[in-house]
């Protein structure tokens, strides 16, 4: 069973920083997608940024390209989402998911596991 925990959310004044990680275990991933989301209340889940397990290009939603950043630490099956310049609209439950799906996936509905949340709270 794959279990992803996230950890690293908390309240932060705009303008701030915070880094996310992404826990694995469970198993090993060699292809399909991994993802990081955000849901606001009253909103859609919605793609943040992510990246094929294979290797390949990262991609990142147009909001957050230039201040947020993904990476990865395999020997620790651990995924970060630093996020810098952080804006009130950047408040959100922020999940790390799983796609095995073949082929990058930005939908929420490709992604077969999904990990609690963690909540981002931005001040103005």
């Known amino acids: 069973q794959v279990q992803l925990v996230e950890s690293g959310g908390g309240l932060v004044q705009a303008g701030g920083s915070l880094r996310l990680s992404c826990a694995a275990s469970?198993?090993?991933?060699?292809?399909?997608?991994m993802g990081w989301f955000r849901q606001a209340p009253g909103k859609e889940r919605e793609f943040v940024a992510g990246?094929?397990?294979?290797?390949?290009?990262?991609y990142y939603t147009d909001s957050v390209k230039g201040r947020f950043t993904i990476s990865r630490d395999n020997a620790k099956n651990t995924v970060y989402l630093q996020m810098n310049s952080l804006k009130p609209e950047d408040t959100a439950v922020y999940y790390c998911?799983?796609?095995?799906?073949?082929?990058?996936?930005?939908?929420?509905?490709?992604?077969?596991?999904w990990g609690q949340g963690t909540q981002v709270t931005v001040s103005s």
């Open positions: 998911a799983v796609s095995e799906h073949y082929g990058f996936r930005r939908s929420p509905d490709d992604y077969n596991y």
């Open positions: 469970g198993r090993t991933f060699s292809s399909g997608t």
């Open positions: 990246f094929p397990w294979n290797g390949g290009i990262i």
